[in-house]
């Protein structure tokens, strides 16, 4: 079969795909349909969190398959609980509520934002969320109507109402947003690095503001930990480092290890919003979901964070040093790059060489899998030296 021909033919053209297939993995590394392996520093967009074919991952993900694969949300189930119970006990948060994707758990933590201010002050009052310009929090119309990007607010209106946009580390333009639109809101929602909007952290002087100024208005703060959660930047969720203590987050992507899953976790204000009929999911907390993320959970231990941030240090030390680079941007494995050469050609060049990087706007990005190898990492490294000059 002509995979490529087919997939034109058949598959809605939603993607620029790059031309490649990949037929397996093992650990770091991918192999295409003629056996060419690559290594991979893009992780299924931060997905595969131990990389492919881990074992430790395959068992317990296997082991739940075998017991019972889907139950739904009438019945109790264990996983989905031992989960939730983990995640509460290692963020502080109170409860959790299961998805399978980055966008359904920002839906319900806006969902959620706005039934928190309807039950306080009245429906319709305050249901306004103050967003940064640049981020990125999904494909639904309400996480799109979120999302700061102008060029993704056409096409699909009307957009729901009630979103206002903040440029990102820049305290004044904060300032003067809520000052115009603070007394119609209920929230202010962030990532603490801008992931799809090009590998743009926070400062920690403006997010320590944005918090003050939370309080000041009497908002919910909601961290969108989609790309930047489950130990991506570091820690195990990227507000750790910033001190700061959301009243909701949002997590997916590396959460269950390269299966479909989301979260979205409430801490004291927020924990009993929803209510029976408030929200709901067919698959969300899907037991073999969540078995992968148990399994994810019980690795990310203060040892390997550790391992991350020494090899986060390492890769930028190594990046910041080559001809070609300008700029490295992100915190731990969440690595924005911007290079002298379109970031389009060296990502073609690399791949050509066997390192699948990926790109966000006008810089490179890497997203390795967290366990990735030194020796790989390094050999990856003098692939992308060359292709940078
Ligand atoms: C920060 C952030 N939020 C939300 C999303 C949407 O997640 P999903 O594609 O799983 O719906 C993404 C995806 O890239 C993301 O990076």
């Given at each position: 079969m002509d995979i490529f021909a087919n997939d034109?033919?058949?598959?809605?053209?939603?993607?620029?795909?790059?031309?490649?297939?990949?037929?397996?993995?093992?650990?770091?590394?991918?192999?295409?349909?003629?056996?060419?392996?690559?290594?991979?520093?893009?992780?299924g967009?931060?997905?595969?969190?131990?990389?492919?074919?881990?074992?430790?991952?395959?068992?317990?993900?296997?082991?739940?398959?075998?017991?019972?694969?889907?139950?739904?949300?009438?019945?109790?189930?264990?996983?989905?609980?031992?989960?939730?119970?983990?995640?509460c006990e290692r963020t502080g948060m109170r409860k959790v509520f299961f998805s399978n994707s980055g966008a359904e758990a920002n839906e319900c933590m806006i969902k959620t934002a706005r039934k928190y201010a309807a039950?306080?002050?009245?429906?319709?009052?305050?249901?306004?969320?103050?967003?940064?310009?640049?981020?990125f929090h999904g494909r639904t119309i309400a996480t799109l109507a979120a999302t700061g990007q102008d060029a993704m607010h056409h096409d699909f209106g009307p957009f729901p109402d009630g979103f206002f946009y903040t440029e990102p580390n820049d305290i004044a333009d904060l300032e003067a947003t809520l000052q115009?639109?603070?007394?119609?809101?209920?929230?202010?929602?962030?990532?603490?690095?801008q992931g799809e909007g090009g590998v743009r952290q926070l400062a920690r002087e403006y997010?320590?503001?944005?918090?003050?100024?939370?309080?000041?208005?009497?908002?919910?703060?909601?961290?969108?930990?989609?790309?930047t959660g489950n130990g991506r930047t570091g820690t195990l969720f990227a507000f750790e480092q910033y001190g700061l203590s959301p009243d909701i987050f949002s997590t997916a992507k590396g959460l269950a290890g390269g299966l479909p899953f989301g979260a979205t976790l409430f801490g004291a204000k927020t924990a009993d919003v929803l209510q029976p009929g408030s929200h709901g999911s067919t698959f969300g907390g899907n037991p073999v979901c969540a078995a992968g993320a148990l399994h994810v959970l019980s690795r990310l231990d203060d040892d390997f964070?550790?391992?991350?941030?020494?090899?986060?240090?390492?890769?930028?030390?190594?990046?910041?040093?080559?001809?070609?680079?300008?700029?490295?941007?992100?915190?731990?494995?969440?690595?924005?790059?911007?290079?002298k050469k379109p970031a389009k050609e060296v990502i073609a060049e690399a791949l050509a060489h066997g390192v699948v990087v990926l790109s966000a706007k006008n810089r490179v990005r890497l997203l390795p899998p967290l366990n990735i190898p030194m020796d790989l990492l390094d050999q990856a490294l003098d692939v992308l030296e060359t292709t940078f000059s």
């Open positions: 034109k033919q058949y598959i809605a053209g939603t993607y620029a795909r790059t031309p490649v297939a990949f037929t397996r993995g093992e650990g770091a590394l991918l192999f295409d349909g003629n056996g060419k392996p690559y290594i991979d520093l893009g992780a967009i931060a997905v595969n969190t131990f990389g492919h074919n881990d074992d430790g991952w395959v068992s317990a993900v296997t082991d739940q398959l075998r017991r019972i694969a889907h139950t739904s949300n009438l019945y109790f189930s264990s996983p989905q609980v031992l989960l939730a119970k983990t995640l039950d306080r002050f009245g429906e319709n009052t305050r249901s306004g969320i103050i967003t940064l310009k640049g981020s115009a639109h603070g007394g119609k809101c209920c929230a202010i929602m962030f990532e603490p690095v997010t320590a503001k944005l918090a003050a100024l939370a309080e000041q208005y009497d908002l919910l703060l909601l961290a969108d930990e989609v790309q964070l550790a391992d991350v941030r020494k090899k986060s240090e390492h890769t930028r030390r190594r990046l910041t040093a080559m001809q070609g680079v300008l700029d490295v941007t992100g915190l731990g494995l969440m690595i924005g790059i911007e290079t």
